[in-house]
């Protein structure tokens, strides 16, 4: 196990100690709040929650992200439900392509990352039953459990995943129930560790009439798409492959 993830391992079980008292959850929600107000993904989570429809996120690893959306919905959209989609076994090693490879980023490599996360379901839901936030994990690869998950409309989706095909499996499986204004956002694209993620997410995004754009925000940037309203023009036969920067 590599230094990182034990100081990540390190950092949950300290979160766990803290929740243990009510002085400690009340810290920790309070903690998560200001964590809130510096992220571009919550700022685009806001924006979605205006729109019906829940809420999923593909590619958990420690849950980080997933705590912080569902600190943000608990206060805005009760209702919603929060759904977090991992393996918690890393990356599905049949799937990893020439594509998904770059510099130093060997596929023996690519092969052992986030594969420390077993715990990380127990956690989530210790976490969702503290603070009531209406949080569901959805545990295995994304080809098997997506297609299984019963149709529903989605406001946001957060996809998380890394490697070309993980980011199909889900474009394929989820984006046309995302509703018209609802935003899906890519953690990885134009990330030079997962060129396979900015190739899967330009192909995919082709021949749509939906282009990328880009919020930063604290020091950190992502790019997303918002579902155009069905009322707006088809795609044109000419559109340029890549980015809007917004």
């Known amino acids: 196990m590599k230094r990182v993830d034990r100081l990540r391992i390190s950092h949950d079980d300290e979160i766990a100690t803290l929740m243990e008292t009510e002085a400690g959850q009340v810290e920790y929600w309070h903690r998560l709040d200001n964590e809130c107000t510096q992220s571009p993904l919550i700022r685009l989570l806001q924006e979605s929650l205006k729109h019906e429809g829940d809420v999923i996120e593909c590619g958990v690893y420690r849950g980080s992200s997933t705590r912080l959306m569902g600190r943000r919905m ?16 890393g990356f599905p090693q049949d799937r990893i392509l020439d594509t998904d490879l770059g510099p130093f980023r060997f596929r023996f490599k690519i092969r052992r990352k ?5 715990d990380v379901p127990g956690r989530l839901v210790s976490f969702f039953d503290a603070y009531r936030v209406n949080g569901h994990v959805v545990k295995g690869f994304f080809s098997d459990t997506l297609p299984r998950m019963p149709r529903r409309k989605y406001c946001f989706m957060f996809i998380d995943c890394d490697i070309y095909e993980s980011h199909l499996d889900c474009l394929n499986a989820l984006y046309d129930q995302l509703v018209p204004g609802g ?4 953690d990885d694209y134009a990330e030079p560790k997962w060129p396979g993620a900015s190739r899967a997410v330009d192909e995919f995004f082709a021949d749509q009439p939906a282009e990328l754009e880009q919020l930063t925000l604290g020091g950190r940037t992502l790019w997303y ?10 795609p044109r036969a000419d559109k340029p492959p890549l980015l809007k920067s917004a």
Do not use: Y
């Open 183 to 186: 935003i899906v956002v890519f």
């Open 225 to 234: 798409v918002r579902k155009p309203q069905a009322a707006e023009a088809p």
């Open 114 to 118: 986030f594969r420390h996360a077993t």
């Open 74 to 89: 608990r206060d805005l959209a009760p209702g919603k439900r929060l759904f977090a989609c991992d393996s918690f076994e």
